[in-house]
């Protein structure tokens, strides 16, 4: 259930309120202009005849009811004390309308604490009224006293507090499709971060291969002065270009609507490893393949192959001449995927690198609760990765 909550309280008078003061003032004028009242004139309770006691109290009353919503308590309590004075005149019927409305306003704007005793204290009130004259007077008309104390008090104090109620359970309402939205906004955001990251790792491990392999042959072949080498280089260059230009065109027609008959390239699998290893031969690379992995989920069959194609790629760009190790070894609950390449000072071409790779490789491995690690080790550059194979959240 929503916790009521008082309005913030205003520092000047509203406009509605200034109004139905003047409004009030004004009728109770006019119905004593004319004479109208809410008792006779001989009636045995008036003890203040005459009338200025009956304006005092109007005025009194009018004044209150401007700063019904800025000052609710203060209204009431004051009220208070002009209806009590009206009670000993002969009363005017604004005087009264304008208290039900104070007593309606000080729990509609009050203080949950203040709207809760106004609630209590004008039902005992209206029982008290009932009982008590019976009680003394034993005549059933006395009950009516408690009828008028319950329409001009609690009756106000109960509308009110239904319609604060309302307001709240609104206000709770509000507030919490906000914060659905406002969630649901960083969902989306959350969700659109993580594909653009996806696809920036997809992009990145599909194309880096075949345009480092152009980048370090195009350098060979303008460095080198050999016919026989150039067209070696340019051979291995349209090669990696046909090959980088299908694979971009698999990726566009998956991202792209109403790609007509283009199909998703089915996931690598680590069985496409021994592929990686022929074309990283083909691009110069002297590459030993250990595979001893047998059933492996689809998720991690897929980061492994990744790692293994990107560290194969910086091998090309970055490794010196010597035999590069690709090892992917089950043991246990764990696959470990490890990449070995020759560390050093490096001499001829060589293509420049950005670091996304190992970013991408490390977030592979972090979203299958892997973990990740790559360095100099032994005179060799060395990529490790370690998937779990049992089902469980990441970590």
Known sequence: MAVPVALRPRSHPHRFDVCLAAGGLLGGLLLAAVGLATRPRHDPLVLLDGPWPVLVA???????????????????????????????????????????DLVYAAVLYGTLASARRIQWITGLLTVAGALVPFAVWRVPQALLIGVVVGIVAYAPAATGWIVRDHRDAAEAARLRAEQTALLAGIDRAQAVTSERARMARELHDMVANHLSAIAIHSTAALSIDDPDTSRQALSVIRENSVDGLAEMRRLIGILRDGSGDREPAAAPTLDGVEALVEGARANGLDVALVAEHGEVPAPVEFAAYRIVQESLTNALKHACPGRVTVALVRRGDELDVRVRSPHGRRGGPRAPGSGAGLVGMRERAVLLGGTFGAGPEDSCWTVRATFPLVEGDPA
């Open 58 to 100: 109007l005025a009194v009353m009018a004044g209150c009811e401007a700063v019904r919503r800025t000052a609710p308590r203060t209204a009431l309590l004051t009220g208070t004390a002009a209806i009590v004075l009206d009670t000993l005149t002969r009363g005017n019927l604004c005087t009264v309308l304008m208290y039900t």
